[in-house]
């Protein structure tokens, strides 16, 4: 017994000084590039469902850099990595570490869970003090009750969506409401911001039902059955990334669009609609803040005939937030005049730049990008051999965001 | 009860000065590392308490963490009390919530055990995930303060380090103990054991509760080290990961869990910085260690550093 | 906590058509997964990479026959296939081998092979939501106690049933059907008899992921086929398979029509907790009847 236990632990103790050993060689790994570029670094989930956004938002912004490159910003290039979080929020936050403490990067981006971007935002920008941009995301905590000086968010957030469709809703005659939606916080962040803003503007609609199911469950059915039976004058469906083609879908099988009017944020989105070709659905209300066949300028055609010669497909949301996203990037450094990152951080805000459909600030006040946000109902265009948004409004994004008191005061409250 | 002799405390002391001086040489981010090694270690030496020594198919045991997490998460940040309050209480919470769950499961054996702890497992986790006003949902919770004497990356880690290495002390008394040797008995043949009177529902169920108690511990740790709790940490693939970690590691051995979750991390991290495959090159390092080292890393090591009466030990219990 | 409008019976009906077409996937896919359990002994997480596979060569099937009715059937049967190959290819190239070592490295096994698999559908297939619609002829709904039901789900109804009946013909009246049932209760003994046992695990293995296959090819049309499927059908299959009994397919029907059909009225009665019906299922089965409801293989 006594021997057993002492080979044992001598087994032990020479395997974990080897192991040891192992990490500390990995000490000799070459940190990615060499020379003092300004290096950016990107945490976003590349596997599973969502990383069909993390995708698009990587290639706008590579599109942007293309250009920015050219020009050089103080002398130097943007250089990005990126890291895959596999929209797990543990291995975001590993991976922020790691960008910041070993590839020394002057600023952090990403990504599409908010639940990872809002752990980021705290453990990594706020205390490691690197500024850190939030492009997909759309929790409105991260710029609203939750955000601080080292964070910025290029995308809009469920404040600005459930503002927008609030407002639209508000115009028109429906009384009875069912809400249903992804049973996680963006569903109900989207929920609660249209139905506030819908009740302050016509205060005689109610609720007579609310339906919550597991986000990315896949049969939609009885829930649309379940609702249709109780016979609302319109539906506001909350669904995130996951579950819009599974809604779409359930939607045009059971024909709900022809019977009860329905508004769901993204239901424009191009991601959603493209793969569903001509099966989508018509006649569903949704907001976008971004289509690449609206608004028709020419900065926004180059655009996305740019992107079209680059990777094959027109941009979605997320490739503008990310285009917008390196032109921030590269116009502050420019204005701070050197890597500082507090110099950078004070540069970002109220900084203005031009973008594929006009000219986006970063509001000083909250670091939240002002985001217009276009109305529109969903139609076959034979154009383009697929559903696109059509009858489109524009909602500027003053319209849509919270005030600047608003903010500060949910800022206090906690 | 010789446990220690020179040769090997030595050894463990020469260890455990090279963990302590590392920081100073080490850049900020690998200290960080370690202490994630750290953690994910406690947690999967508390469940190799019942796999490898009990034999017992615990497929949930990152709920009792989790929970253990969460309790001090909420206590920090929704009560007035002091931190102690919360380290002391997430460990606790997450034994009740260990005996209260394990009570069903050792009634049924084997896959029947795996599955329904899956099943209430998943409960718990639907019930973090949905409860937004208590736990942020899927959200969660972050930015938990810490008091100032374990935040920095250095006090954290060293903080980790004493506390790993107190619970491996006493899970190493524990397992060589009479209890742990019984354990290691209802393991290997239940009935016999019911024959000659022990209790071994009973027993299981103590052990149970001990390895829910540091998987509690591992949570409290986790929170300190990255001030964030989620839903991740109770969802069922987390406590695949920790299951692999002890197969991966070598589950009769004591250590071998800790060396698994020192690959495991070490993979995910540094593999992730080159390609974004590294869930690839993971599964095929499984294969490879499967074929060629099927005893588990330690299990290997041991066999090489061990003499043969040694290894037929080992087979014997096998 | 919102109980909803008034439960009528016609709204109750319509649930219970549509739990019942959701758990003829769940049967087919966990039936699968049953069969490898009940003869090999070892849960195969890699099952549901496997399903995620036979949607995404469903896709890919009902691409290049250029979609329609064709290449709705053609998916069908070429898909399933597809998935049998591959796990043909793991079997014996790896599988096999590990026939004679502890279970729990079988296990590892099969996590691993997961693992590869999940990266392999994202190398070969990309990142893209996928869709692809079911043919003319099972598009739209009927309309079934005043309430629209998609003809699709009926057209599971159908097979489903069919997938069954011929499962146990398979394997109770075919020679290699008796053969895996025999050696999964007891392979020595099968062995013994002088049939290579090795053989007829491939066999079953093989089997029980070409109905893991066929369940992904049927699902595709009403679900997005994306990376996390795997994720989301492995738990529900193997709490079925453990409910119903441990390669048991009645079982497995049995397990498949209480989960499908609980979660159904879940979200009629509560829809925001319609999650935990399912669960608190199995809870209690396996409170009541810790072996399974129907008699386990082994």
């Not at chain 1, 926004?300 to 992107?307: C, D, G, I, L």
């Not at chain 2, 049924?108 to 942020?136: D, E, H, N, P």
């Not at chain 3, 989960?259 to 019906?277: E, K, N, R, Y």
Request: proline share 4%.
């Amino acid at each position: 017994m006594r021997r057993k236990g002492r080979k044992q632990l001598l087994g032990t103790w020479v395997c974990l000084v080897l192991g040891g050993l192992f990490l500390c060689s990995l000490l000799f790994l070459p940190t990615q590039a060499l020379a003092r570029n300004i290096k950016v670094g990107i945490i976003d989930c590349y596997s599973g469902p969502p990383a069909v956004y993390a995708k698009d938002a990587l290639n706008g912004f590579k599109l942007a850099l293309k250009d920015i490159n050219k020009r050089g910003v103080l002398g130097k290039k943007i250089e990005f990595t990126t890291r895959d979080t596999k929209f797990k929020v543990d291995i975001a936050l590993n991976m922020a570490k790691e960008l910041v403490m070993r590839e020394d990067v002057d600023v952090l981006v990403g990504t599409i869970n908010s639940g990872a971007s809002l752990a980021v935002s705290e453990a990594v920008a706020k205390k490691e003090k690197v500024p850190f941009i939030v492009w997909i995301a759309k929790s409105e905590r991260i710029t609203g009750e939750k955000g601080h000086k080292y964070v910025f968010s290029t995308g809009e957030n469920t404040a600005m969506a459930g503002k927008a469709g609030g407002v639209a809703l508000s115009k028109k005659p429906y009384v009875r409401y069912w809400i249903a939606g992804d049973d996680y916080e963006y569903g109900h962040a989207i929920a609660n911001a249209a139905w506030r803003n819908l009740k302050k503007l016509k205060p005689d609609v109610k609720i007579i039902g609310k339906s919550w199911w597991k986000p990315g469950e896949p049969d939609l059915i009885p829930y649309i059955t379940s609702i249709m039976s109780a016979k609302p004058d319109a539906v506001i469906f909350c669904t995130g990334g996951r579950s819009m083609t599974n809604i779409m879908k359930a939607i045009k099988a059971t024909g709900m669009a022809k019977k009860v009017p329905i508004w769901i944020h993204t239901a424009t989105d191009h991601a959603v609609l493209k793969p569903l070709g001509a099966e989508a659905p018509e006649g569903v209300m949704g907001t976008m803040d971004y289509h690449f066949y609206y608004p028709d300028t020419p900065a926004n055609r180059a655009f996305v005939s740019a992107f079209k010669a680059a990777y094959g497909n027109p941009p979605g949301f997320p490739a503008f937030h990310g285009y917008i996203t390196a032109k921030f990037i590269a116009k502050a450094f420019r204005k701070a005049g050197s890597l500082n990152k507090k110099k950078f951080v004070n540069a970002m805000e109220g900084l203005k730049i031009e973008g594929p459909t006009g000219q986006i600030e970063m509001r000083s006040c909250d670091h939240q990008a002002v985001l217009p946000m276009y109305l529109g109902v969903t139609k076959y265009s034979p154009k383009y051999g697929v559903v696109i948004s059509s009858n489109i409004v524009t909602l500027t994004g003053n319209e849509v965001m919270p005030s600047c008191d608003e903010i500060m005061k949910a800022r206090q409250k906690k | 009860m010789a446990i220690w002799n020179k040769k090997s405390f030595a050894f463990s002391v020469l260890l455990l000065i090279c963990l302590v001086i590392l920081p100073f040489f080490l850049p900020r981010f690998y200290t960080y590392i370690l202490a994630s090694i750290f953690v994910m270690a406690l947690l999967a030496m508390s469940l190799n308490l019942v796999v490898g020594h009990g034999g017992l198919y615990q497929f949930h045991h990152c709920v009792f963490y989790g929970v253990s997490a969460y309790t001090v998460a909420l206590i920090i940040t929704k009560t007035p009390l002091p931190y102690w309050v919360a380290f002391v209480a997430g460990p606790i919470v997450a034994m009740l919530v260990g005996f209260f769950i394990c009570w069903f499961c050792v009634r049924l054996s084997k896959l029947y055990f795996a599955m329904l702890q899956i099943s209430l497992g998943s409960l718990v986790w639907a019930l973090a995930f949905r409860w937004y006003s208590l736990t942020g949902g899927d959200d969660g919770i972050h930015g938990v303060p810490m008091p100032e004497f374990i935040s920095s990356t250095k006090s954290s880690y060293y903080f980790i380090l004493i506390v790993l290495v107190a619970s491996l002390i006493v899970l190493y008394l524990i397992l060589k103990s009479p209890f742990g040797a019984t354990l290691q008995a209802t393991r290997d043949n239940p009935e016999r054991c019911e024959a000659v009177g022990i209790n071994v529902r009973r027993h299981q169920l103590v052990a149970l509760v001990i390895s829910t108690f540091f998987a509690g511990v591992a949570g409290v740790l986790y929170v300190i080290l990255e001030q964030s709790v989620f839903p991740d940490l109770l969802f069922w693939v987390l406590s695949l990961e920790i299951f692999i970690m002890c197969l991966l590691g070598g589950w009769f051995t004591f250590a071998g869990p800790m060396l698994g979750a020192a690959i495991m991390v070490s993979l995910r991290t540094f593999v992730g910085i080159y390609t974004e495959y590294w869930t690839l090159v993971l599964g095929i390092i499984l294969i490879l260690l499967i074929f060629f080292l099927p005893e588990g890393v330690m299990g290997f090591l041991l066999s090489k550093f061990g003499s043969t009466p040694e290894q037929a030990d080992n087979g014997g219990s096998h | 906590m919102e109980a909803g409008h008034t439960v009528t019976l016609a709204a109750m009906g319509s649930h219970f058509f549509v739990g019942l077409s959701r758990a003829m996937i769940l049967f087919i896919v966990s039936s699968g997964l049953s069969f490898v359990l009940g003869v090999l002994r070892v849960p195969n997480i890699a099952h549901g990479s496997l399903y995620m596979i036979g949607a995404f060569s469903a896709f890919a099937v009902s691409i290049v026959a250029g979609g329609g009715a064709t290449g709705f059937w053609l998916a069908l049967i070429v898909a399933p296939l597809v998935v049998a190959a591959v796990s043909f290819i793991a079997e014996r190239s790896l599988f096999c081998r590990l026939y004679e070592r502890e279970h729990l490295m079988l296990l590892l096994f099969t996590f691993a092979l997961m693992l590869i698999l999940d990266d392999l559908v994202k190398i070969v297939w990309g990142a893209e939501y996928r869709s692809i619609m079911a043919p003319d002829f099972l598009k739209g709904s009927v309309t079934i106690f005043k309430s629209s039901f998609p003809r699709y789900n009926l057209f599971l109804l159908i097979v489903g049933p069919i997938v069954a009946v011929a499962l146990w013909l398979f394997t109770n009246k075919s020679k290699i059907g008796k053969i895996a049932r025999a050696a999964a209760v007891d392979r020595e003994m099968v062995g013994a008899v002088g049939i290579n046992v090795s053989w007829v695990f491939a066999f079953a293995f093989v089997l029980g992921c070409f109905l893991a296959g066929l369940g992904g090819a049927l699902v595709a049309p009403t679900v997005s086929i994306t990376l996390g499927m795997d994720h989301d059908i492995i738990i529900e299959a193997f709490l079925i398979v453990t409910i119903g009994g441990l390669g048991n397919m009645w079982g497995a029907m049995v397990g498949s029509l209480i989960f499908g059909i609980t979660q159904s009225f879940g979200v009629l009665l509560w829809p925001q907790f319609a999650i935990v019906f399912p669960y608190a299922a199995v809870v209690i089965v396996l409170l009541l009847r810790p072996t399974g409801l129907l008699k386990s293989v082994w």
